[in-house]
């Protein structure tokens, strides 16, 4: 089951786009497009600035997020809005036990008049992707993710297929309710670049959630303030900011305390130390620097480091202990 937003006018992309895809971006012009972009997804999603951040950490890493939360907190309503104020497209996918590969991904169909077989994309082949409860489709399906989610690529009977950049899939699964899922393998976890629960509201938040629904969907009223070029410029700027050798020796040092912890089974890999450095990356951006601090390091650990510790125990808050020590443990670089 897939549901589709189409993109923007011509005119309204070349009325949000700052920006000539071949100049490059300043820090501050990285800070308007920034503001921009959270002020007009607030207008619809009742959602914590700081969790709103970390989101944003997820696109600008070029990464992908898994969002863990119970039905109705608002986790499609995130995704929508975000493609709507970039002017992407933008697919759904509801994951059932019985949804093959191909549902996703596309398949070759033979055309009968053209005397051979055609491709026809999935409801993959969108700029912003959301599969909601991922944990629903059987391992098969879930494995047909990696490739588009690492390579931004589907290769369907031999044939490469590319994906529309910016591309940003948004999982999701329930917490809860377990039966009839099969849980993701540490392969598929490794994809997320960060995981995440919105959580409820609190009490004034639910009351103007309350407000906005009185007398319409807030999401209607949604127009673009970036275009998708305006993504890509500041994807490359994340690519630009400084992490300079203390702070790359402070991330390998908190990859190994998770290693050696006792609780760990399977520490953080050097891959994990990887997606640590780039949402660091992106986290210093949103707070508009070009240079990492500790605290950007800091701030992103729990959401990028969670999914990646297998620990002795299967229960909740597990993972997050083992971080929080491998934080405290590890002495802060000075220079």
Same mark, same amino acid.
């Given at each position: 089951?897939?549901?589709?937003?189409?993109?923007?006018?011509?005119?309204?992309?070349?009325?949000?786009?700052?920006?000539?895809?071949?100049?490059?971006?300043?820090?501050?012009?990285?800070?308007?497009?920034?503001?921009?972009?959270?002020?007009?997804?607030?207008?619809?999603?009742?959602?914590?600035?700081?969790?709103?951040?970390? &989101?944003?950490?997820?696109?600008?890493?070029?990464?992908?997020?898994?969002?863990?939360?119970?039905?109705?907190?608002?986790?499609?309503?995130?995704?929508?809005?975000?493609?709507?104020?970039?002017?992407?497209?933008?697919?759904?996918?509801?994951?059932?036990?019985?949804?093959?590969?191909?549902?996703?991904?596309?398949?070759?169909?033979?055309?009968?008049?053209?005397?051979?077989?055609?491709?026809?994309?999935?409801?993959?082949?969108?700029?912003?992707?959301?599969?909601?409860?991922?944990?629903?489709?059987?391992?098969?399906?879930?494995?047909?993710?990696?490739?588009?989610?690492?390579?931004?690529?589907?290769?369907?009977?031999?044939?490469?297929?590319?994906?529309?950049?910016?591309?940003?899939?948004?999982?999701?699964?329930? $917490?809860?309710?377990?039966?009839?899922?099969?849980?993701?393998?540490?392969?598929?976890?490794?994809?997320?670049?960060?995981?995440?629960?919105?959580?409820?509201?609190?009490?004034?938040?639910?009351?103007?959630?309350?407000?906005?629904?009185? *007398?319409?969907?807030?999401?209607?009223?949604?127009?673009?303030?970036?275009?998708? *070029?305006?993504?890509?410029?500041?994807?490359?700027?994340?690519?630009?900011?400084?992490?300079?050798? $203390?702070?790359?020796?402070?991330?390998?040092?908190?990859?190994?305390?998770?290693? *050696? *912890?006792?609780?760990?089974?399977?520490?953080?890999?050097?891959?994990?130390?990887?997606?640590?450095?780039?949402?660091?990356?992106?986290?210093?951006?949103?707070?508009?620097?070009?240079?990492?601090?500790?605290?950007? &390091?800091?701030?992103?650990?729990?959401?990028?480091?969670?999914?990646?510790?297998?620990?002795?125990?299967?229960?909740?808050?597990?993972?997050?202990?083992?971080?929080?020590?491998?934080?405290?443990?590890?002495? &802060?670089?000075?220079?």
């Amino acid at each position: 089951m897939t549901q589709t937003l189409s993109q923007a006018p011509a005119k309204e992309l070349a009325d949000v786009s700052f920006h000539s895809p071949d100049q490059g971006l300043t820090i501050e012009a990285a800070a308007v497009l920034i503001e921009r972009l959270q002020q007009n997804v607030k207008r619809a999603v009742v959602v914590e600035a700081e969790t709103l951040k970390l &989101i944003l950490t997820a696109i600008l890493g070029r990464g992908h997020l898994l969002l863990e939360d119970v039905p109705g907190i608002g986790k499609t309503l995130v995704a929508k809005a975000l493609a709507r104020s970039i002017s992407a497209s933008f697919n759904r996918v509801q994951c059932t036990p019985d949804l093959l590969p191909s549902d996703i991904t596309g398949a070759s169909i033979y055309n009968q008049k053209e005397q051979r077989f055609v491709f026809v994309p999935g409801p993959l082949f969108a700029q912003f992707v959301l599969v909601d409860e991922i944990n629903r489709a059987t391992p098969r399906t879930q494995s047909s993710l990696l490739e588009s989610m690492a390579e931004r690529q589907v290769t369907v009977d031999g044939q490469q297929h590319q994906l529309e950049e910016p591309f940003f899939l948004i999982a999701t699964q329930n $917490p809860v309710e377990t039966a009839g899922t099969f849980p993701l393998p540490e392969a598929q976890l490794d994809r997320f670049l960060l995981s995440l629960s919105l959580g409820y509201p609190v009490f004034e938040d639910e009351i103007l959630i309350l407000e906005r629904e009185e *007398h319409g969907d807030p999401l209607q009223q949604l127009e673009p303030v970036l275009s998708p *070029h305006d993504v890509l410029a500041l994807q490359s700027l994340v690519q630009t900011v400084g992490v300079v050798r $203390p702070l790359k020796e402070y991330i390998v040092k908190i990859l190994t305390a998770t290693r *050696h *912890h006792p609780e760990a089974l399977l520490g953080v890999s050097p891959r994990g130390g990887v997606a640590l450095q780039r949402a660091a990356q992106a986290m210093a951006l949103l707070n508009h620097r070009d240079f990492v601090t500790p605290d950007d &390091i800091k701030v992103v650990a729990g959401a990028v480091l969670s999914h990646r510790i297998m620990p002795h125990e299967q229960a909740a808050g597990v993972s997050q202990t083992i971080i929080e020590s491998a934080l405290t443990s590890v002495p &802060i670089p000075l220079s």
